[in-house]
């Protein structure tokens, strides 16, 4: 796979653990995309769209709600979410 493909897979699965663990965002990124044999650029891809996502989460979250109609935003899957 492409290393823009495989960023925006660990920025996903980074996203889910950091909604699914409630843990600091910074520790996720370390976690998940600071250690193993990941190549740089795509590390560093990941780490940005991680950190943009982040960065606009409350937003999103809201407008989610927004659209969501009839539906509680804590019964949204993480997945989802992410």
């Known amino acids: 796979m492409g290393k823009r493909h495989t960023g925006r897979k660990l920025a996903f699965q980074t996203l889910y653990q950091v909604e699914v663990r409630k843990e600091d965002i910074n520790e996720m990124i370390s ?3 600071e250690d193993g044999n990941i190549h740089q650029e795509t590390k560093e891809w ?6 943009g996502a982040w ?13 969501a109609k009839e539906w509680d935003f804590d019964r949204i899957n993480p997945i989802d979410k992410s």
């Open 46 to 51: 990941a780490i940005q769209l991680v950190r």
């Open 55 to 67: 960065e606009a989460h409350e937003e999103v979250d809201k407008l989610i709600i927004k659209f």
């Open 31 to 33: 976690i998940f995309l």
